[in-house]
């Protein structure tokens, strides 16, 4: 029963550090994953950007507001 024994311990060390292995290359690819999916989400997604160009602004002589503005999107 000797041997057995020791035999059924050195088998059950071996699967639970295949089980450790397994579990820190999990944790390290789905660390790499969820990096990856991020960064392809951000590059995929592009919100427009509103500019405003004020060009000229003046008061005319009688009071008058001359503006000239222009919209555009990105």
């Not at 789905?30 to 008061?59: C, D, E």
Request: glycine share 6%; hydrophobic share 45%; proline share 3%.
């Amino acid at each position: 029963m000797g041997m057995a024994s020791k035999a059924g311990d050195w088998a059950f060390k071996a699967f639970t550090a295949g089980l450790g292995v397994a579990t820190i290359y999990l944790a390290a690819t789905f660390s790499v994953n969820v990096y990856r999916g991020l960064a392809w989400h951000n590059a995929q997604s592009v919100t427009p950007k509103l500019h405003i160009n004020l060009q000229k602004i003046s008061m005319s002589p009688d009071w008058e507001l001359d503006c000239d503005l222009q919209l555009h999107w990105d």
